[in-house]
């Protein structure tokens, strides 16, 4: 059994939800038992949002859920129609009929329970069960939307509940690269990361799939499998690490060019300083990522911090708010940073890798102006216009450019 | 209480969904209590159905349904968020939710209860139902959808079920009207009708409210209100024929250019030959509606009848197949007629109705060509171009251009 989830632009439109239905129909007759998972079409969940905006200004959760939620709906029934026409006998489930149980907050619930009783009915039954994505219903009976990129979330969950051999995530490209093709065109494809390593990958930039699916596939056991739904190849399968796995000491580089920096200089260096402002700044939900604190030489330190770029100017405002109370010399915003981080399960077990990079940095004449480190990954903050060089100079450094390098 | 319904066009756009809100709000403030049925946007049914045929051409009941309840789940919960910005709290709810309970006819599924739970408790705690129209639930757990025009009927079984004091089908015209406005310029609104009036006058080619609604209507005895969400003016009501209802003679004169008709020359006359001729269009689910038999005076008879006018090629063939074995000397289509109706309570009661509707058409010079009557309804068949003045001159001739002078 494979659940098998199908992205927003893997059906954009009528052919590619026919194409989507072709595929469908081709696993099933190779004797294995799909169960999908669809998202709204292109940019429906968008043009919803839209809609709602001129209509309503406080757009209540309930309500917004139920809109939304009508988008998955859609695609959902047009593809099990696909599907007729093939000859596939299908059946569509909105999230309350598939079992995802969630908690009640709308716009962003949380699955509780998946109870697929009429999934496995179906599947019993030899048809092809076809659930909308990133939807669920609360045990107050109330529709409710798992968020953005929900249907991850939900494929996972339903793998998990139905005991499936793989979850299989269909996009738009083939899978997890050693670094953005973009930036870097001897990026190859990785068959296999670990969900440590692709955690850390989200956490540096990377999008998809979603933090909270890979966390939830990690947390269950569930194997993923990445994989593009233009050229149907395999892709990158996100699995435990296991001895089997080859060890690369370092599988990826990504950077990201969506957080600004904010320094706070000159503070006092005493208890407390650094609790009060970021008390502050969480207070407000700002999602401060990188935090770093300069040795004090002289009674005084300097704090600076990374937030995302919609955040810059309140988390600015905040720390001035502060200023004189932390006894800061001065606040600092700026916008023009990159994070440029090297992600591998090997990098615990190989010394050295922090120095490697920090030595092919400074061979390319890239200042690192902050640093933050977990066990599996390595990030630097440069200046923005040098990230795409440090990327392509570390993916070669570390033996990426070969395919299967590593 | 008030069940208020509104169509697809009062929902059409933003502003037009804000602007009912604006109304109900309105309705809720000065003390009523409103439950509210909502249609799909505008043109969004036929959007979907668009959307179904380019990805499918089975398209299966089940799943059709499941794709176009996703127009009134649009529109249902936008207008909650409208009346949320206005401070009017509101809760959307699926058929389902509402307690619209359907056997399992999909595309056209028929009410056979309704529980609703919880637009009360909804009610009771002082917030304002907003129902998505022609939907419910089957007795199997599957989304069904009640065809189009369900709105209506989900209005006024809502209606019913809640013991509301009236239901308000508010639409794009503001009532029913003695005659279309476009071909008599001084046809007047009707402030009332009774339910059997109304059902002629749907027979006649009246199109709204649906006959179906206006059915569930009388067998429930529920009040309907047809009004205006453009101008909110008072429009016409439908209730009970009763003592203290204006008894006019004729309320209204109504032409249809839908039907054709087929003529069946020279059949032997004998018993079980129109029964032969009438039931094989019924086998072929062809919508006969007027009949009429000529005199017989040599042993041979003609059987005119009116048919819809896209099954006017199959009726004409099934007449051909026929041909022989009734012994009939010809076949005749004629697509270019039309009928011509007045409709009214009064009738019943005053003899010579219908010898006035001949005595005008005659001094028009319009020849009557078949002939069908009610206790309260009287129809002729007419060129199709002769329509519109047949229309005007009974019109003026029943009284009917003085406004409230019947």
Redesign the interface.
Known sequence: MLVQKFGGSSVAD?ER??NVADYVARVQRRGDQPVVVVSAMGHETDD?ME??G???????G???D??I???E??A???????L??LGVAA??F?GS?AGVVTNGEHTKAKILDVRPDRIRAALDAGRVPVVGGAQGVSVE?E?TFLGRGGSDTTAVALAKALGADACELYTDVPGVFSADPRVVPSAHRLSKVSYEEMLEMNAAGCPKPTMRSVEFARAHGVRLHVRSSFTWEPGTWIEKEGSAMEQAIVSAVVADQSEAKVTVAGVIDRPGIAAKLFRALADKLINVDMIEQNVSLHGTTDISFTVPHEDLELAKQIASDLQNEVGATGIYADPDIATVSIIGAGMRTHPGVSATMFEVLATEGINIEMISTSAIRLTCVVRAGEADRAVAALHKAFGLDREGGY
């Open positions: 009528a939800m026919r919803l809609i709602a001129k209509v309503s200004r406080t757009r209540p309930r309500e917004m139920m809109l939620t009508a988008g709906r859609k959902m029934s047009l593809l099990c129609m696909a007729h026409d059946d569509s909105t009929q009976r529709v």
